[in-house]
């Protein structure tokens, strides 16, 4: 039996070698339903965060690391067409999914979630570290997304007739006034329709 992969928002509390301590935030993706493999995972993307000075962590106190399983409410599912829908996701066909379309080396997930720019300064954080966080440059990183995509099918004409042929699209994990893959295949699939 395949076990179930979910999602987690994690903090993760530790210190430099400096002695300096340090709170990070951020989110797992298709993690094991397992505390144990979400708390390795937790650690070991923050430490990767800081490559020349590896963050230190009490794995000892467990209080250090605090996960939080996320489940995706189907509310907040977004739909476009009619049924039968084509599920935009990882849940779905891979290929549609931001995390696994692949566009100059890398997924479209983590060169969207690196163009962010936050109002502390910061840019270019892993998609663990920006993901569902809101960012200063919105209206660029919208554009950007929309061209990775554009890009993507481009390169990879064979999915532009399984786009035309879906009557609706859905990505399960799509929320209301967030960039969303669904809708921009979507747009895609309507202008490949309309001969633009």
Same mark, same amino acid.
Request: charged share 25%; glycine share 8%; aromatic share 10%.
């Given at each position: 039996?395949?076990?179930?992969?979910?999602?987690?928002?994690?903090?993760?509390?530790?210190?430099?070698?400096?002695?300096?301590?340090?709170?990070?935030?951020?989110?797992?993706?298709?993690?094991?339903?397992?505390?144990?493999?979400?708390?390795?995972?937790?650690?070991?993307?923050?430490?990767?965060?800081?490559?020349?000075?590896?963050?230190?962590?009490?794995?000892?106190?467990?209080?250090?690391?605090?996960?939080?399983?996320?489940?995706?409410?189907?509310?907040?599912?977004?739909?476009?067409?009619?049924?039968?829908?084509? &599920?935009?996701?990882?849940?779905?066909?891979?290929?549609?999914? /931001?995390?696994?379309?692949?566009?100059?080396?890398?997924?479209?997930?983590?060169?969207?979630?690196?163009?962010?720019?936050?109002?502390?300064?910061?840019?270019?954080?892993?998609?663990?570290?920006?993901?569902?966080?809101?960012? /200063?440059?919105?209206?660029?990183?919208?554009?950007?997304? &929309?061209?990775?995509?554009?890009?993507?099918?481009? &390169?990879?004409?064979?999915?532009?007739?399984?786009?035309?042929?879906?009557?609706?699209?859905?990505?399960?994990?799509?929320?209301?006034?967030?960039?969303?893959?669904?809708?921009?295949?979507?747009?895609?699939?309507?202008?490949?329709?309309?001969?633009?």
């Amino acid at each position: 039996m395949i076990p179930e992969k979910y999602e987690y928002s994690f903090t993760v509390k530790g210190r430099y070698a400096s002695g300096m301590k340090t709170t990070m935030t951020g989110t797992l993706w298709d993690v094991d339903d397992y505390p144990q493999s979400a708390f390795k995972e937790a650690v070991r993307c923050c430490q990767e965060m800081t490559p020349d000075s590896p963050l230190i962590v009490d794995t000892e106190t467990g209080g250090n690391v605090v996960l939080r399983k996320l489940v995706p409410k189907k509310k907040n599912m977004i739909k476009h067409g009619t049924p039968p829908y084509l &599920e935009c996701s990882s849940k779905g066909d891979k290929r549609f999914s /931001a995390f696994y379309a692949q566009v100059n080396g890398q997924s479209i997930e983590k060169q969207y979630q690196a163009a962010k720019r936050f109002a502390d300064g910061s840019a270019g954080l892993s998609w663990q570290m920006a993901k569902g966080k809101k960012c /200063a440059n919105q209206g660029e990183v919208t554009q950007i997304y &929309e061209s990775l995509w554009r890009q993507y099918i481009k &390169e990879n004409p064979e999915l532009l007739p399984v786009l035309m042929a879906a009557t609706g699209l859905s990505d399960m994990f799509g929320q209301p006034g967030h960039n969303c893959q669904a809708t921009v295949l979507w747009k895609i699939r309507n202008e490949a329709l309309n001969g633009q």
